[in-house]
């Protein structure tokens, strides 16, 4: 690969064999089927057709005739909608076959892919029916959640446990007869789901459905295909791509926009991938020694910065987004990818559509041979779009401590000095003079350019839940004083300036117990078994005063335009922090002449706290256990007490 991968980079290569069209993979019509693939190394590409996805029963090969720019192409004549076929590549000599990395449908496993007539998937209304609204990307609130966790416990009432069409189930119900899957995100208050990897994996095997398995899904096989184990018909390639699309158009329905977690930074296999089979070498980053590199952790990193690996990113995100009605995309590792490729993917995606959010993990997993200086890092991020987002580490271990330590605690739970990094988080990682930057933990400076460009949060499918977290770092702790460190947490995300994200069933304290007598929790659950992975659906009637104040805190943050601020110079101009009586407590003011004034004080000490606030007569909307749009009391005399390990939110 070694003797390629120099020669990929020059100037000769990439004139020669940049190819710009649209129509790579199979593009079908009902009276021919073309295929395109592009294999500018190869001296001779074939397509095998099969009729089935994993039988030997293939019953044609055709060479195919090189084309332009690194393109081979060939025409097949009738309707060929629902055959499967793969490419036999030949590079120096020696041929492998490959599925088309374009592949739109694929058969079991994703052994071959399949020619389709994609417009025959789509459900009745698909295309004719409005996205929810969205305004500003601030206005999104984003709830992060595994396909399989959503219904596989017996507690959800849902029938199609583990599969896409649960989130079409509607009436389903809990033991205790309180809302469960679709009904209750439309109940909850969220604005997206944010879908851990739905797209073809490599991890279930499909063909085993009726055994317990279980991934989270970043091993990527295809690209441009749903995953078939969501599916009640993998062997199919039609089946789960009608179920996908009836999956989101249900979601959207309900008012909720959809977005998809996507892991173009590494594939699952490396020298044995489909992308290497076709072009050895070229898709991925090597060292000088010729192995491939790691940046992922996952053995390989993909190379964004080439212009084929660049397009075919590109053409992916649009062909979800053109075909299937994505409204968002979370990138994995987005630090792998180069800033050049995201800008690329934000301008690309405003020409469809400008509301649809993008945002990623702005770090590695590993050291990468792409300069820091070219990488879409957090860091780096203000050189980046202002469409593209990152998630604030900051906020997250400043909230509760690192996640790479269980009983390291963070500001809820009682570490002292944290006021700074949650000022940080509260004014969205970007320049404000209230600030004592080098107090912020992991950063010493604003990185981001305005508020549109972080992701607030407290927990994600990575590391340990909240709860297991709080359980682990305040093992002293009474289950109401870490209730109240749940609360407080969640008042925190919901009022910083940027975007809020959560875990699924964080709202009703979720738990992955390993031992619960040992107090052992699973932090890297990615193949653990439904058991721990499950949305426990019995804790939304257990744990209802927390699911109530989660709702209660979304209803006031859309109420309050003040909390959804796009730019930092009017953050700068209606926010400012209040001085306040003790240490671990953080307040603050957003004014604004016409829109009123709102005043937040965060209260992490264990005991009541006295504080003074600008005069006036204000109305109180969260306080201790409530959160919500109707007022609570009214407060005229200039102070507040603020409840132990507690947020209060007023308004004038």
Same mark, same amino acid.
């Given at each position: 690969?070694?003797?390629?991968?120099?020669?990929?980079?020059?100037?000769?290569?990439?004139? @020669?064999?940049?190819?710009?069209? =649209?129509?790579?993979? @199979?593009?079908?019509?009902?009276?021919?089927?073309?295929?395109?693939?592009?294999?500018?190394?190869?001296?001779?590409?074939?397509?095998?057709?099969?009729?089935?996805?994993?039988?030997?029963?293939?019953?044609?090969?055709?060479?195919?005739?090189?084309?332009?720019?690194?393109?081979?192409?060939?025409?097949?004549?009738?309707?060929?909608?629902?055959?499967?076929?793969?490419?036999?590549?030949?590079?120096? /000599?020696?041929?492998?076959?490959?599925?088309?990395?374009?592949? #739109?449908?694929?058969?079991?496993?994703? !052994?071959?892919?399949?020619?389709?007539?994609?417009?025959?998937?789509?459900?009745? /209304?698909?295309?004719?029916?409005?996205?929810?609204?969205?305004?500003?990307?601030?206005?999104?609130?984003?709830?992060?959640?595994?396909?399989?966790?959503?219904?596989?416990?017996?507690?959800?009432?849902?029938?199609?446990?583990?599969?896409?069409?649960?989130?079409?189930?509607?009436?389903?119900?809990?033991?205790?007869?309180?809302?469960?899957?679709?009904?209750?995100?439309?109940?909850?208050?969220?604005?997206?789901?944010?879908?851990?990897?739905?797209?073809?994996?490599?991890?279930?095997?499909?063909?085993?459905?009726?055994?317990?398995?279980?991934?989270?899904?970043?091993?990527?096989? +295809?690209?441009?295909?749903?995953?078939?184990?969501?599916?009640?018909?993998?062997?199919?390639?039609?089946?789960?791509?009608?179920?996908?699309?009836?999956?989101?158009?249900?979601?959207?329905?309900?008012?909720?926009?959809?977005? $998809?977690?996507?892991?173009?930074?590494?594939?699952?296999?490396?020298?044995?991938?489909?992308?290497?089979?076709?072009?050895?070498?070229?898709?991925?980053?090597?060292?000088?020694?010729?192995?491939? %590199?790691?940046?992922?952790?996952?053995?390989?990193?993909?190379?964004?910065?080439?212009?084929? $690996?660049? #397009?075919?990113?590109?053409?992916?995100?649009? &062909?979800?987004?053109?075909?299937?009605?994505?409204?968002?995309? !979370?990138?994995?590792?987005?630090?792998?990818?180069?800033?050049?490729?995201?800008?690329?993917? !934000?301008?690309?995606?405003?020409?469809?559509?400008?509301?649809?959010?993008?945002?990623?993990?702005?770090?590695?997993?590993?050291?990468?041979?792409?300069?820091?200086?070219?990488?879409?890092?957090?860091?780096?991020?203000?050189?980046?779009?202002?469409?593209?987002?990152?998630?604030?580490?900051?906020?997250?271990?400043?909230?509760?401590?690192?996640?790479?330590?269980?009983?390291?605690?963070?500001?809820?739970?009682? #570490?002292?000095?944290?006021?700074?990094?949650?000022?940080? /988080?509260?004014?969205? @990682?970007?320049?404000?003079?209230?600030?004592?930057?080098?107090?912020?933990?992991?950063?010493?400076?604003?990185?981001?350019?305005?508020?549109?460009?972080?992701?607030?949060?407290?927990?994600? +499918?990575? *590391?340990?839940?909240?709860?297991?977290?709080?359980?682990?770092?305040?093992?002293? @702790?009474?289950?109401?004083?870490?209730?109240? $460190?749940?609360?407080?947490?969640?008042?925190?995300?919901?009022?910083?300036?940027?975007?809020?994200?959560?875990?699924?069933?964080?709202?009703?304290?979720?738990?992955?117990?390993?031992?619960?007598?040992?107090?052992?929790?699973?932090?890297?659950?990615?193949?653990?078994?439904?058991?721990?992975?499950?949305?426990?659906?019995?804790?939304?009637?257990?744990?209802?005063?927390?699911?109530?104040?989660?709702?209660?805190?979304?209803?006031?943050?859309?109420? +309050?335009?003040?909390?959804?601020?796009?730019?930092?110079?009017?953050?700068?101009?209606?926010? %400012?922090?209040?001085?306040?009586?003790?240490? =671990?407590?953080?307040?603050?003011?957003?004014?604004?002449?016409?829109?009123?004034?709102?005043?937040?004080?965060? *209260?992490?000490?264990? +005991?009541?706290? !006295?504080?003074?606030?600008?005069?006036?007569?204000?109305?109180?909307?969260?306080?201790?256990? &409530?959160?919500?749009?109707?007022?609570?009391?009214?407060?005229?005399?200039?102070?507040?007490?603020?409840?132990?390990? %507690?947020?209060?939110?007023?308004?004038?």
């Amino acid at each position: 690969m070694l003797q390629y991968y120099n020669y990929f980079s020059t100037r000769e290569f990439i004139e @020669a064999n940049s190819y710009d069209g =649209n129509d790579l993979g @199979a593009t079908w019509e009902k009276e021919q089927t073309r295929l395109r693939i592009w294999a500018p190394t190869a001296s001779r590409v074939s397509v095998n057709l099969y009729k089935s996805g994993d039988q030997d029963d293939c019953f044609q090969t055709l060479e195919m005739t090189r084309d332009i720019k690194g393109t081979w192409v060939t025409v097949l004549y009738g309707d060929y909608n629902g055959i499967y076929y793969t490419y036999v590549v030949t590079v120096d /000599g020696e041929s492998k076959e490959a599925v088309d990395p374009y592949a #739109k449908a694929v058969g079991v496993n994703g !052994r071959r892919g399949m020619i389709i007539d994609l417009s025959s998937t789509d459900p009745e /209304g698909f295309r004719s029916e409005p996205l929810p609204e969205l305004v500003s990307s601030t206005d999104a609130i984003i709830y992060e959640l595994h396909i399989r966790d959503f219904s596989s416990d017996e507690s959800s009432g849902m029938l199609n446990k583990g599969k896409y069409m649960a989130f079409t189930e509607t009436g389903t119900i809990n033991p205790h007869g309180e809302a469960t899957g679709l009904d209750y995100l439309r109940q909850l208050g969220i604005t997206h789901v944010h879908l851990l990897p739905a797209f073809d994996y490599k991890t279930v095997d499909e063909t085993r459905l009726n055994e317990p398995q279980f991934n989270w899904g970043y091993d990527p096989q +295809h690209f441009n295909v749903p995953e078939g184990s969501y599916s009640t018909d993998p062997y199919h390639g039609e089946v789960r791509i009608k179920e996908f699309k009836q999956m989101v158009q249900a979601l959207h329905r309900n008012g909720i926009r959809v977005i $998809m977690d996507m892991v173009y930074n590494h594939t699952y296999e490396s020298v044995e991938s489909d992308f290497n089979r076709i072009v050895p070498g070229y898709y991925y980053r090597l060292t000088q020694e010729g192995y491939f %590199s790691n940046a992922s952790g996952c053995g390989n990193e993909t190379a964004s910065e080439r212009y084929m $690996m660049r #397009k075919f990113i590109i053409d992916s995100l649009i &062909h979800w987004v053109k075909e299937y009605r994505i409204d968002g995309f !979370r990138f994995d590792l987005m630090g792998i990818h180069d800033i050049e490729t995201m800008n690329q993917i !934000r301008y690309e995606l405003n020409k469809i559509d400008p509301t649809i959010i993008v945002y990623g993990e702005g770090w590695t997993g590993g050291l990468s041979p792409l300069p820091d200086w070219e990488r879409a890092l957090k860091v780096n991020i203000c050189h980046m779009d202002t469409g593209i987002a990152v998630f604030s580490d900051n906020l997250r271990d400043g909230i509760k401590g690192s996640v790479f330590s269980a009983q390291e605690r963070g500001f809820v739970n009682g #570490k002292p000095g944290m006021e700074d990094t949650i000022k940080f /988080g509260v004014v969205a @990682a970007t320049q404000h003079a209230g600030i004592d930057y080098w107090k912020v933990n992991y950063s010493n400076a604003p990185w981001a350019a305005e508020p549109t460009q972080v992701i607030n949060y407290a927990s994600a +499918h990575d *590391n340990l839940t909240l709860w297991d977290k709080l359980t682990l770092s305040c093992p002293e @702790a009474s289950r109401e004083d870490r209730i109240k $460190m749940n609360l407080l947490s969640a008042a925190i995300v919901f009022t910083c300036q940027g975007i809020p994200f959560f875990q699924a069933g964080e709202e009703f304290l979720r738990s992955k117990p390993i031992n619960v007598e040992e107090m052992k929790f699973d932090e890297n659950s990615y193949r653990s078994p439904d058991s721990v992975n499950s949305l426990k659906w019995d804790l939304v009637t257990e744990n209802r005063m927390i699911v109530d104040y989660y709702k209660g805190m979304m209803e006031f943050r859309k109420a +309050h335009r003040l909390l959804r601020l796009t730019t930092t110079q009017e953050l700068q101009e209606k926010l %400012s922090f209040l001085e306040t009586p003790e240490a =671990n407590i953080v307040a603050f003011v957003i004014r604004d002449l016409n829109e009123g004034e709102l005043c937040v004080i965060y *209260n992490a000490n264990r +005991h009541n706290a !006295r504080m003074s606030i600008p005069e006036g007569e204000w109305k109180v909307y969260v306080k201790d256990s &409530h959160a919500g749009t109707e007022i609570i009391e009214t407060i005229t005399d200039g102070a507040v007490i603020i409840e132990a390990i %507690s947020a209060m939110i007023l308004a004038k």
